[in-house]
């Protein structure tokens, strides 16, 4: 591109994932690995960024949701060990082979098909054995465990290179639901202890298992939410030290004096009460700023909070300025993130639309171009 674009942008802040991850492994010391989870394009910040620096500080694994996640990141040169938690599908079998993936496996039918594949093409098909200890969504359950390990001690085909399960609640309060998913799966590791199979990676903690509990079974925890630094929950925020990665921000389009009365945006849900200095930013709903924030998004100019007014549009919102000092047109606005000891957080934002930080994040549309800071050189 010859041409300057939109200034709608998104900062990705490689030092701050990269100090959130040394928070993770001192975290989790008694656990040797990271699996980092970086599907979904790293939860917006940009996968083949996030991958690479993942990569240098020496990550063990990494976790992605579908198989063309998996081969970008292979495309652009990342060569660490990689699951799909996704698995694979029929037809897919050549392609984790071709690109080196293993692959989840939640079903025999599933488990039975890539056998079979393996021994058709004389190599043992690599894949992380998912149970379901209380997740209710996907993996074996624990009555399917005896004719699970019939067919990985008997088929020649398959590799059970891991043991994973997931947590369903470890981000709240109620202990009890985890406890018993890790009792759970202590009785799958050692069910599979004893029919001799050790998969080398064993793994169940997401980011709110990891800090809130040590499972000294697993070689691997599970890192996503927290490494683009966002707490699971309020009370985490005592428990680790994260940094946001990402900021989100844009630049004043027009400013204009509008009189007392005039009514705002689509269905003028929002009247001016006042003469009103309004500001138009060229950011909308289809580059993820969430039309639930029409009439209650907050934004920052000059580290000063700005209301947005009217619904937000397709690529355009409105913010009152009235009561900003120094507000001129090209001025930058966060619209997450810091700026002027103000912030603007993912999990404020959730709030306001019902939602969680992690959709927040994934959001934040390929309309907006991603821009990495250069990490320090160490
Ligand atoms: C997304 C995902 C994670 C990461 O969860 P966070 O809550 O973001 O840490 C871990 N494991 C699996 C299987 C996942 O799908």
Not at 9 to 15: N, P, Q, T, Y
Not at 34 to 59: F, M, S, T
Not at 299 to 323: E, K
């Amino acid at each position: 591109m010859n041409f300057p674009p939109r200034p709608t942008r998104a900062d990705i802040d490689l030092s701050a994932l990269e100090h959130n991850l040394r928070q993770i492994k001192s975290c989790c010391s008694e656990t040797p690995g990271v699996l980092a989870v970086i599907k979904a394009n790293a939860y917006g910040h940009g996968a083949v960024a996030v991958g690479r620096v993942l990569e240098n500080a020496g990550v063990e694994s990494f976790g992605v949701a579908t198989l063309e996640e998996a081969i970008e990141l292979r495309a652009a040169g990342i060569s660490t060990p990689m699951l799909v938690f996704g698995g694979c599908y029929p037809g897919q079998e050549s392609a984790f082979v071709r690109h080196d993936l293993a692959a989840a496996v939640c079903s025999l039918p599933d488990l039975q098909r890539l056998e079979r594949f393996g021994r058709d093409h004389q190599l043992r098909f690599p894949v992380h054995i998912k149970c379901d200890t209380g997740m209710g969504r996907v993996g074996f359950l624990p009555a399917e465990i005896p004719p699970l390990i019939d067919l990985l001690t008997r088929g020649s085909g398959v590799e059970a290179v891991g043991l994973m399960s997931h947590l369903a609640s470890a981000d709240e309060a109620a202990p009890e639901v985890t406890r018993r998913q890790i009792q759970s799966f202590r009785e799958m590791c050692r069910q599979f202890a004893a029919a001799s199979l050790q998969p080398a990676a064993v793994h169940l903690s997401n980011s709110a298992g990891l800090v809130a509990w040590q499972v000294p079974e697993c070689t691997l925890v599970r890192p996503g939410i927290i490494l683009y630094g966002s707490y699971p929950a309020p009370e985490f925020r005592t428990k680790i030290d994260l940094r946001p990665v990402m900021t989100f921000s844009t630049r004043i389009a027009q400013l204009r004096w509008m009189e007392s009365g005039c009514g705002i945006s689509y269905g003028h849900i929002f009247h001016t009460e006042r003469p009103t200095l309004l500001a138009t930013l060229p950011v909308g709903y289809a580059d993820g700023y969430n039309r639930l924030l029409s009439n209650c998004g907050e934004v920052l100019i000059g580290g000063q909070r700005a209301p947005v007014v009217g619904r937000v549009c397709m690529d355009w919102i409105m913010v009152d300025v009235t009561d900003l000092e120094n507000v001129a047109v090209g001025d930058r606005v966060v619209l997450l993130g810091s700026d002027g000891g103000q912030t603007v957080s993912a999990e404020e934002w959730a709030e306001k639309i019902g939602s969680i930080s992690y959709e927040v994040f994934c959001s934040v549309s390929q309309r907006v171009p991603r821009h990495f800071s250069a990490l320090p050189v160490t």
